[in-house]
């Protein structure tokens, strides 16, 4: 595992990630960590030190073009396992390399999350957002509402079972519903927001997107996910290992982006 963030627990930790004390997710839920956990809702105690950004890996990547989210293409309209997603454009697959145009931004648990009427949400029913085109944006759109929503949403149960998928998801089910069951209310948490952001790979299946999170004092924190395209629509991948974030010293190599 990735060596924790800043005011992270040791590595000779013996406690399951979801349970470790030094992370706060929500007012009335206290020791919990997950990869964005740290990175939406994290009292930071240092900068640290800065990462070096990392070059693209994927040769295949496409590193052009603007990233507008909008096109003449037609998406294919399947299911996603909770409703059938409307079409949206696809004919935009250039990986973005400045802020997408079209975008829009909305308070989630005081998180301002980012949204397209061309790359999606497309449907938002309770705490669920659904239904991303199958472009980079859309990719991109689905990771920032997802990684925050399983977290924060009250309905945190129905987010992770319908959009994400991997190793480690059954365990934070479990985890988290066991260590809610005796968490005692603790002080409100600290909000970062959405800074940046810069692809480390896209496929059509799979992206992997490096996000930036800012901080009230000022510190910004990197923690990267994968989202993959599944039953038509993109899903967040729940490793059972997930990194810790990576506290940067600025946006620079990032795409500036944010709605606060």
Known sequence: MAEPAAGGPAPEDP????????????????????????????????NGEAAEPATPTDPAMPTTGTGTG??????????????????LPTAQQAVPTAAPTGITWTLFDAVALPASKTAGPAITTGDVARCYA?????????????????LAAGDWQTVTRTQTLGAGRDTYLADRAAAEQ?????????????????????????????????FPDGTLQAATTTVLWRDGDWRLEFPADPAAPTPVDSVAGYVSWGGV
């Open 15 to 46: 406690r399951s990630p979801w349970l470790r004390t030094s992370f706060v997710m929500a007012a009335a839920f206290v020791g919990f960590i997950a990869v964005i956990a740290a990175a939406v809702v994290f009292t930071s105690s240092g």
């Open 182 to 214: 005796t968490a005692e209310p603790g002080d409100s948490p600290t909000h970062g927001q959405i800074a940046g952001f810069r692809f480390v790979t896209y496929h059509d299946t799979t992206a992997v997107v490096e996000t930036v999170w800012r």
């Open 134 to 150: 199958h472009t980079p944006v859309g990719a991109l759109l689905a990771s920032s509402q997802i990684s925050v929503r399983y």
């Open 70 to 87: 909008t096109g003449t293409g037609t998406g294919t309209g399947k299911g996603t396992g909770t409703g059938t997603c409307p079409t």
